[in-house]
């Protein structure tokens, strides 16, 4: 303060940001000792053992395209899921399709005719009565099932189609967001907080000036980090 040659209001201001930064840190630090219990929680443990991750926040994959993305979609649990329904739902139509054709019974023999002294190719055939009917019922039944799982899974197909596609669109435009404050905006408000900083301290600027500026960069960091 007294090297901006600020007024005492802005020094007031400064201690009174201070105070909150701290508050902050302090609240910042109870929300990691708690993250850090409840994972040790689910390990079965009482306590965290562990230090800190070990890990580079920006260290990209190169997406895959869609297309390649799209390739794999019949690998999904649910389609999987699905696809073994409707399988079932086919063996069933056939089973009540086969089981209809064997209530039809053939016979075929030979018969003898004494008063001719003649011999006769004889064929018959056997209908139990009502398994026309019977049979017309279970196969109705058997395609309806089948039908309707057929419906199901395509349905599930363009939902979770248009999920995918709508999720590989954030991640792109995530990804286009992070490059530009990686590489534009963080730098730029780096360079601005250097210069705003250095006329701070030859009396050039005011406290007002440097707080907003250090509000800046924090802001896009924190943007950067979320994105």
Do not use: C
Request: hydrophobic share 45%; charged share 20%; net charge negative.
């Amino acid at each position: 303060v007294q090297a901006g040659r600020t007024a005492e209001a802005e020094g007031l201001r400064a201690r009174a940001a201070l105070e909150r930064s701290v508050l902050e840190v302090r609240k910042a630090g109870q929300q990691l000792h708690q993250a850090r219990l409840n994972l040790a929680l689910m390990w079965a443990e009482s306590e965290s053992a562990f230090t800190q991750a070990q890990a580079d926040l920006f260290a990209f994959q190169a997406p895959l395209p869609l297309a390649d993305v799209l390739a794999g979609f019949d690998t999904h649990p649910d389609m999987l899921l699905l696809n073994e329904e409707v399988r079932l739902r086919t063996v069933e139509l056939h089973q009540s399709q086969t089981e209809a054709s064997l209530d039809l019974e053939w016979n075929l023999g030979m018969r003898r005719f004494q008063a001719s002294d003649d011999d006769a190719l004889v064929m018959g055939l056997s209908i139990p009565l009502g398994s026309n009917r019977r049979a017309s019922g279970a196969i109705a039944t058997a395609a309806a099932h089948q039908q309707l799982a057929e419906q199901q899974r395509a349905a599930t197909r363009v939902q979770l189609q248009a999920q995918l596609v709508n999720v590989y669109a954030l991640h792109q435009q995530a990804l286009v967001e992070v490059n530009s404050l990686r590489q534009q905006v963080v730098p730029l408000l780096d360079q601005a907080m250097q210069f705003t900083t250095y006329a701070f301290n030859q009396g050039r600027y005011s406290y007002l000036e440097l707080s907003a500026a250090r509000r800046e960069w924090i802001e896009a960091q924190g943007a950067l980090i979320d994105a």
